[in-house]
C-alpha cells in the first residue's frame, strides 16, 4: 500500500472520529480517563481499550484468518486510534469507533496480502497415502485460534453467531472466500450486531452496497458451512464423552493404536495438515495415512486445549539431538454427534505460544 493510500485512510477515519462515533458513558472514571488519553496520557488511553482489547483481538483474527496477524493489525488498529483520539467527540461508543479502526485495518492487511487457506482449498483429496509431503511456503494458511481469546462482551443484540460459533474453523476458513468488503460487513452485521447505516460509515459506502455485500457473503457463507455448528454438536456431547473423545485420540496415537483412533472417526472423516498441501477423506484414506505416518513416527506426548471454540490436542514429538518431545502441532478435532469428523492439524511449533502451551516436554 501507497504512504498516499495509507494516509487517505488516517485522514478518514479522524473524520468518522469526529463526525460518527464517539463515547458516551455515565463511569466518570472512564470519563476522566478519555479527557486524559485527548490530552495525550498514554496510559489512560491503554486503561481504556484494554476491556476491549480481547474481543478487538478475535474481530481481527476473523478477518484475517491468523493470529499472528490479528496481533499486528490490533497493534496498527490501536496506534491509529490513539493518533485520532484527540478529536473523538462523545457522541456514541468507543467500542463501535474501535471496531470501525480495526475494521479498516484489516481491510488494508488483506488487501496487501490477501486471503489464507487449508489443503481442502488447493485440490482433492488423496486416496492413499503421501509420503514425503513437504511444507508448501508459497501459501498463506489459515491458522488456528486459542479460546482465552475471545471476547467476554456480548454481541449485539442483533448478532445471529455467537462469539464462539464465529471462530470455528468452518465459519473462518469460509470467511477467507469473500472479498474485504463482504468479509467485513457479514461480520460487523451477523456477530457484532452493527446496523447496515453503521456498516456503511464504517466502509465509507452505501446501505444499498452493504445490503448487496450482506446478500453475497451470505450466499458463499451457507454453501461452506455446516448447518451444525460446532457450538450446537458440543452441547450434545456431555462432558465425560467429550473427554473420553479427546482423550482417546492423544491415547491412540501415543500408543500407536490404529483401531482405536478408526473407533472415534466417522465414516466420512477428513484428516489435513497445514502446511502440507495433500489431505485425505473418509475412513480407509485416512486410516492409511495413520497406519503409515503418525502412528509410527515415533513417541508422542500431548496436552489439550481449545480452538476456535472446540476441542484440540498439542501434538508433541520426540526428538533424539534436543532429547525432548517437541512441540509438533495443533490438532483441532470438529465433531459430529459423538465422533470426530475432521482433524486439522497445524504443524508448526509457532502455533504453540499463543496457547500457553510449551513448546517442548519431557
Known amino acids: 500500500m501507497s504512504v498516499r493510500h495509507r494516509d487517505s485512510r488516517d485522514a478518514a477515519e479522524s473524520s468518522i472520529v469526529s463526525e460518527v462515533f464517539s463515547a458516551r458513558t455515565s463511569d466518570p472514571v472512564a470519563e476522566d480517563d478519555l479527557a486524559r488519553a485527548r490530552g495525550g496520557d498514554d496510559a489512560a488511553f491503554t486503561r481504556l481499550v484494554k476491556p476491549l482489547r480481547r474481543e478487538l483481538h478475535a474481530h481481527c483474527y476473523r478477518m ?20 485520532g483520539l484527540a478529536r473523538f467527540e462523545g457522541r456514541s461508543s468507543l467500542r463501535s469507533w474501535l471496531y470501525t479502526v480495526a475494521t479498516r485495518t484489516c481491510l488494508d492487511a488483506i488487501e496487501a496480502r490477501g486471503k489464507r487457506a487449508l489443503p481442502v482449498d488447493l485440490g482433492p483429496a488423496s486416496d492413499r497415502v503421501v509420503t514425503g509431503d513437504v511444507p508448501v511456503t508459497e501459501v498463506a494458511w489459515l491458522g488456528p485460534y486459542p479460546d482465552a481469546g475471545l471476547g467476554d462482551g456480548p454481541a449485539g443484540p442483533a448478532s445471529r453467531y455467537e ?91 501415543e500408543h500407536g493404536d490404529a483401531d482405536a483412533l478408526v473407533a472415534l472417526l466417522t465414516e466420512d472423516v477428513t484428516w489435513s495438515m497445514p502446511p502440507m498441501r495433500h489431505w485425505y477423506r473418509g475412513i480407509e484414506a485416512v486410516t492409511d495415512f ?73
Open 64 to 83: 484475517l484468518g491468523s493470529t499472528y496477524d490479528a496481533d499486528d493489525a490490533l497493534q496498527d488498529a490501536l496506534l491509529r486510534a490513539w493518533r
Open 163 to 253: 462469539q464462539r460459533e464465529a471462530v470455528e474453523l468452518a465459519f473462518v476458513a469460509a470467511l477467507q472466500h469473500l472479498p474485504g468488503n463482504q468479509r467485513a460487513a457479514l461480520l460487523l452485521f451477523e456477530v457484532l450486531g452493527f446496523s447496515a447505516a453503521e456498516i456503511a460509515a464504517t466502509m465509507n459506502t452505501t446501505t444499498t452496497s452493504v445490503n448487496s455485500a450482506l446478500a453475497r457473503a451470505r450466499k458463499v457463507v451457507a454453501e461452506r458451512v455446516p448447518a451444525r455448528t460446532q457450538q450446537q454438536a458440543l452441547r450434545e456431547i456431555d462432558d465425560a464423552r467429550l473427554h473420553e473423545i479427546v482423550g482417546g485420540f492423544a491415547a491412540a496415537l
Open 290 to 362: 495413520a497406519v503409515h505416518v503418525p502412528l509410527v513416527c515415533g513417541s508422542w506426548r500431548h496436552l489439550r486445549t481449545t480452538a476456535n471454540g472446540q476441542p484440540a490436542v498439542g501434538c508433541y514429538l520426540w526428538d533424539d539431538e534436543a532429547g525432548a518431545h517437541l512441540a509438533w502441532s495443533v490438532n483441532v478435532l470438529t465433531l459430529r454427534d459423538d465422533r470426530i469428523a475432521e482433524v486439522t492439524s497445524f504443524i508448526g511449533r509457532d502455533h504453540f505460544p499463543p496457547f500457553d502451551l510449551p513448546t517442548e516436554l519431557p
